[in-house]
């Protein structure tokens, strides 16, 4: 497919973007970009919102086929999170040892 030289540069821009740490996303007024460590710290929710996939938004627009890949990504984004959540909360066995010292 053959883009435009203007398409090629904002996706080399936004390719360098992630290369340096960052991720971008384009809300309803502009371009934002974030450090991708920071963005990851929101919840499923913000992440989500601020990617406009979340879910009733997906589910606001049937008329693509997109929407069923789109309603999966967020299905995993939450599953994921949830995921680390449980794995943060669990303990080590060394803090396990250390805990019952106190």
Request: glycine fraction near 2%; charged fraction near 25%; charge should be negative.
């Amino acid at each position: 497919m053959n883009h435009t030289p203007e398409l090629t540069e904002l996706k080399d821009k936004i390719q360098a973007e992630y290369t340096n740490g960052n991720m971008v996303f384009l809300s309803c007024d502009d371009f934002h970009v974030f450090k991708m460590e920071d963005f990851i710290k929101q919840d499923a929710d913000g992440i989500l919102y601020d990617l406009n996939h979340i879910e009733p938004a997906i589910l606001a627009d049937l008329t693509t086929p997109s929407w069923i890949n789109n309603y999966a990504v967020a299905k995993v984004i939450r599953a994921l999170k949830a995921k680390i959540e449980q794995l943060e909360k669990q303990t080590t066995p060394h803090q396990q040892c250390f805990d019952s010292f106190f």
